[in-house]
């Protein structure tokens, strides 16, 4: 059904590591987004990729880094995160235009991370 | 800042009950997207409204759009069980040249069989 494929699905992690979040897109779309979905806050965008450009960056801490290599791969690398990060990590996609884009995104499954 | 509220954040209905999800922003917007996420899930899109005073049915989902583009409602006549998730609402912010979607708070929907 999705053409947006994310992982690992589940991650444990402690505070020390340092690990990725990897995203994949296999529908065509110039835009790729990373989103944290927790009780408290249902859905947080964290950074927009326009044409694998950074666009906005939700001032989100800097121990979440994220990477476009190209249109079609996202990656949200992690380092000396705290418990309270633990939440859902959903990667979505759409197509956009130069001006404001209106499209549709397509999420992935998500990564559901855990720090201990 | 600008924000999309929704309302209410929960709703438990019996099964062929009505039910209706609100969506208010503070700012207008040049459309409104719909998305629904069952639980385990992750959010699907539903549907795109674009024009003033838009309305749309998909079986017995009616969206609506408001005249002011600054709100939209969700409307399900006759809840199954297989309507139990949650939805939310998204739009893009006119005039801020933001590229991306502003998320709703979402409103779960809980149905008694």
């Known amino acids: 059904e999705t053409g947006v494929t994310q992982t690992p699905r589940h991650l444990v992690m402690g505070m020390t590591n340092k690990k990725s979040l990897k995203c994949e897109q296999h529908?065509?779309?110039?835009?790729m987004y990373w989103y944290k979905q927790s009780a408290k806050k249902p859905l947080e965008l964290m950074f927009v990729?326009?044409?694998?450009?950074?666009?906005e960056n939700n001032s989100v801490p800097s121990r979440f880094s994220p990477e476009c290599p190209n249109s079609s791969h996202l990656f949200l690398h992690l380092h000396t995160l705290q418990p309270e990060d633990s939440a859902l990590y959903l990667c979505?996609?759409?197509?956009?235009?130069?001006?404001?884009?209106?499209?549709?995104?397509?999420f992935g499954p998500g990564t559901r991370l855990t720090v201990t | 800042g600008q924000q999309v509220m929704q309302i209410p954040q929960y709703q438990h209905v019996q099964e062929g009950e009505d039910f209706t999800t609100y969506c208010n922003s503070s700012?207008?917007?040049?459309?409104i997207q719909w998305y629904k996420q069952r639980p385990g899930g992750h959010p699907v899109f539903l549907i795109q409204?674009?024009?003033?005073?838009e309305v749309k049915k998909q079986k017995r989902l009616t969206f609506q759009f408001g005249e002011a583009k600054k709100n939209s409602s969700l409307h399900i006549t006759a809840t199954q069980t297989t309507d139990v998730g949650t939805y939310f609402c998204?739009?893009?912010?006119?005039?801020?040249?933001?590229?991306?979607?502003?998320f709703g708070s979402g409103t779960r929907l809980q149905v008694q069989p």
């Open positions: 979505a996609s759409s197509q956009t235009t130069p001006g404001l884009a209106t499209y549709e995104q397509y």
């Open positions: 529908l065509g779309h110039n835009a």
């Open positions: 990729y326009s044409l694998e450009e950074r666009v």
């Open positions: 700012t207008t917007l040049s459309n």
């Open positions: 409204l674009v024009k003033s005073g």
């Open positions: 998204a739009g893009y912010i006119q005039d801020t040249g933001r590229r991306a979607l502003t």
